[in-house]
């Protein structure tokens, strides 16, 4: 006999987490709804072929890959063994893997179906993915991405749109943020004007540690890195950045005055901010000239999410690619999205307590079960009450009535009919409150109206 | 350059593809609630050892493997390969496999969980698995199964209860079915009464060609099939069955006289065509003596439905199985369930051309862009049309009349809004409908409510 158990890293989800997790899913979707995006699916599979590559080697690595079925050995020699190259003799005997992300088979779907889709193309996508990262607190090997992309338009409309999805889905959910912005654009600048292009992360990491460690130290730790004494003096005005974030705006343009891609990359995140002052965002949206996520990809805006009352990494983050598609075939198509970390929302609901109490997950109606006569009584009128929308059941089997009490209560069932033979006569049911122990005889009318208005 | 593609078996779903199967999953799961079920999700990668001889031979085949990351030739020698042994080898680098059902996954569950579960368990599951399947019209790789099955109760309820769901799910479909029903016991106390235990099977097979080709036939056939002349014999009031369905449960009953299991089976199918009647169903419940799916597993009730009005193989079927999860160590916990196949029902409702028209899957509302004054002026109007749950969105670009009409149109957009100089300077939008052609000036509360009624 077997004891059963579930692959490191992936999780059962009980009825309980499945609605919480739902709440997410639904409260992000309809928000992406009301800005018009469409919703696509993808399969789970795609050909190794689309996926390697594109997440560098550490990403290949980390790639399910699904075993070719029937006789997949007849591609692989002896030698493949004794020779002991798992990378090469994988690929021998597997082609397709499990999708790491949304994003490719986003850009694989957009090559595919080009000639279906009116461009700009806004779509959402909901779904699992799966990375063979070593499991931790928080990390998972499966795990649900909430993505919306906005491909085929160079507009910054487009950026101010989803930061505005972004202001409205924590809104919804009540868990107040700051929505981080930067350029990679800005970035690429200062290290033009600082002759230093490949030292982009240690700088932004150092400027991140500025509020720690001050400005002495800061300077220290870019020398060590190498980063030449001329190349520090220039990046003081930048490091001593202060004011208001349209007084930023305005030091970071004589800051960056020679460098065209700067500037550009001002002016872009200036509008964005020009047009978020139109539309009172209830989150606070601030310059953070340290963002530098997902460098290999990001020409443009840098956008992240941090909650402001938990501690815990960023929970949504994107930023706006060109050439997404390019590795497809189909090059010049810009892009820009963000993706929403329902795992880390899902913590951060549950640690600020903020899951909405009324929230069903559950029947609001369970019907003791007396035996055979009142079954068949009770069929007719649970028919009925649930053609008003009332979720209900009838215990199955005739239990003692505390067994059936004890149902409900597990359950979270919020009432309980009890239809005896005297209910039966009086054509009444017997109605009780779990929460208050209230319990008085109504009719099945009653019930409709005591449970919609609950 | 790579020209993308997706693995055979597989599918992207477009937005318009996703929105009709939202609303398949939508209608099960609506229903399935209104009846107490509750959700649960399970990983898409279960270990072998779960998935393993569970499906027979054929089915372990049929289980897409995922292999181990890392050093996974640790294990195999060289000889594995000379073999030529790929079922041996397949178990040596590989030990996870994506789900091939949902019943096992929720057998393993249930008894992972025992601690946490208040039986009798009532749980639903709308998940994708995947088969490893030779590709051909309406059977992919991976496809969704809707499933809702209870757990820990004996009860016929159950049953009565699982058909009232399949009667309200396709009432709500406006697909017009017949349900049948069957019961393993009688189909045992047939076997049982001649003397033929093995060959249910065939004599199934033989009575479902009754209609075609006629008594005469149809023993000719069960006696090529080596069964005795005795036993035909014993067959022919079974072969006979006439009248209505009460009048078929008591010949049967005459026959199966001499064994107890079948008395039992008909005595169990009689309770459930008793409660139905009282529910006055909408589409029409058949004994059918022929229905023998799932003999493997299925002790009780065996439940299949067919579409009337298209030529598809069943498109719901489900059924009563003991000891479900006696193979991972939790014995005598009966189970009761249905799955709904998505795909068919997709095809069903497409080809009768039900899908609802009011479904939307896309925005209500199109603003055209005509520069950045106007987008200005529009994005608080937006914002106030989108609390009021407008779904609305600006084209992006700036770019022809023609172009962004035409974005509307292929996008099924059914309102097209209009701000210019004029517009701005009355505080009006200039409304046109796309179906009509109509257009009007109006204001943005006579938009919400415009569109609400539309």
């Known amino acids: 006999m077997q004891k059963p158990s579930i692959p490191k890293g992936t999780r059962d989800f009980s009825p309980e987490e499945t609605a919480k997790r739902n709440y997410i899913f639904y409260t992000i979707k309809e928000v992406y709804r009301l800005y018009g995006f469409r ?30 079925s029937g006789h997949f050995l007849g591609d692989m020699s002896a030698e493949d063994i004794t020779e002991g190259n798992s990378a090469k003799t994988a690929n021998k005997i597997s082609e397709k893997g499990l999708r790491y992300d949304l994003t490719v088979p986003f850009a694989r779907y957009v090559v595919m179906h080009r000639n279906d889709i009116t461009f700009p193309f806004k779509r959402y996508q909901i779904q699992p993915v799966w990375r063979a990262d070593r499991p931790q607190k928080g990390r998972y090997r499966e795990f649900f991405q909430c993505d919306a992309d906005i491909v085929g338009s160079d507009s910054l409309l487009n950026e101010v749109e989803l930061i505005q999805i972004i ?15 930067n350029n990679r654009k800005i970035l690429s600048g200062i290290a033009e004007i600082i002759g230093e292009a490949d030292k982009i992360t240690d700088i932004t990491v150092a400027i991140d540690k500025l509020d720690k460690i001050g400005t002495e130290k800061v300077n220290e730790e870019l020398a060590s890195k190498g980063i030449t004494q001329e190349a520090i003096e220039k990046l003081q005005p930048i490091l001593l950045l202060s004011g208001t974030t349209r007084e930023k705006f305005s ?29 009172s965002l209830k989150n606070e949206l601030t310059l953070d000239l340290t963002l530098a996520r997902g460098l290999n990809y990001y020409t443009g805006a840098i956008i992240e999410v941090k909650a402001l009352d938990v501690e815990i990494g960023s929970i949504t983050g994107g930023g706006r690619y060109d050439n997404l598609t390019g590795i497809f075939g189909l090059p010049g198509v810009s892009g820009v999205g963000i993706s929403f970390g329902a795992d880390r929302i899902y913590d951060v609901l549950n640690q600020l307590d903020l899951f909405p109490e009324n929230f069903t997950y559950t029947t609001d109606l369970l019907f003791v079960n007396f035996g055979e006569k009142e079954a068949a009584y009770l069929l007719p009128a649970m028919q009925q009450l649930r053609s008003a929308g009332i979720r209900c059941e009838l215990y199955p089997d005739t239990a003692k009535m505390k067994k059936q009490m004890s149902y409900a209560d597990s359950n979270h069932i919020p009432f309980v009919a009890i239809v005896g033979e005297n209910e039966m006569k009086e054509g009444k049911i017997m109605l009780k409150n779990m929460e208050t122990g209230e319990q008085k005889p109504v009719t099945i009318q009653e019930i409709i109206s005591d449970i919609k208005n609950y």
Not at 167 to 181: A, H, M, N, T, Y
């Open 39 to 68: 919703q696509i699916e993808t399969p789970a599979m795609e050909n190794l072929s689309t996926l390697m590559g594109k997440y560098g080697e550490e990403g290949d690595k980390l790639l399910f890959k699904i075993l070719n």
């Open 167 to 181: 202001d409205e889905v924590f809104s919804q959910f009540g868990i107040r943020v700051s929505v981080k912005l």
């Open 251 to 279: 030091q970071l343009k004589e800051v960056l005055a020679s460098s065209p891609t700067g500037l550009k990359g001002v002016e872009e995140i200036e509008y964005i901010f020009d047009k978020t002052d139109l539309l």
